[in-house]
């Protein structure tokens, strides 16, 4: 269909794609003209992939750039059944959602750059996956290994409640996360939630099993454009700095948005794809965006 709240016309395509042997939802946003590039974006925990449309629709419109978004295994629009018989883990979602999204987009979108754009979990597992050389440009927006003991207070009081409070107890007790009464997001499967409290409360985050569940870091070297926001009390600065463990130095460059530059009072871990922070928008992607 054609989505005329853009400054062009755009083509906005739900699609499916198979990620194992599950089915995954997802949306591509055409330009009205051939794309200089195709983006993929991979969201953030709990966070679904409608939330995304806004900034997916600039990019389009705005950009020339193709973006698919799509929602992970047993969460959104790509969940079948009830929430707490899902089978997906947070690996799941990193190792396999993500780079059958990018099979997916490779497909319908051939012969031009292929990106991609990490938020939070969308960026942190992406040196460790297969079939990466042929990426061009990486964005990891407020991504990166955090523990708990990174966040600033109050914020610090909150993580700790998520991981050793309430939560555990509502996720043992339910059998998932309910992250919609929760005020969180998305439901989340156990396994996923069970996963990233696990890694989130080690100060070694998940290294300990990388070489054994989780694949050694093989970054070809494309340039990464690591972006922090200067409020983001969930992934402060330095633990998006850590990237750099698995991408290599060399390959990444750092950037710290501070919302009030672009004239916004906030935008903290999760809001600045919102559309009323647009003006944050270009500066995500910096020397990529065309002014």
Known sequence: MLDANSSDLIQVVPVTFPSGSTELSGTLFLPSGPPRAALVLNGATGVPQRFYRHFARWLASDQKIACLTFDYDGMGTSATGHVRDSHATMLNWALRDQPAARAALRDRIPGVPLWVLGHSLGAMLLPMQDDIDDIEHVFAVASGYVHHSDHPWPYQGLARLFWFGHAPLIAGALGYLPGKRLGFGEDLPPGVYWEWRKWCTSKSFFWPDVGDTIPKPKWTGAPVRLVSFADDSM???????????????????????????????????????APQNAAIWPHMLGEAVCI
């Open 235 to 273: 992934m402060p600065s330095r633990c998006t700095w850590r990237l750099e463990r698995s991408f290599g130095a060399e390959a990444c460059s750092r950037v710290v948005l501070d919302p009030s530059d672009a004239g916004l009072s906030s935008v903290g871990h999760v809001a600045g794809f």
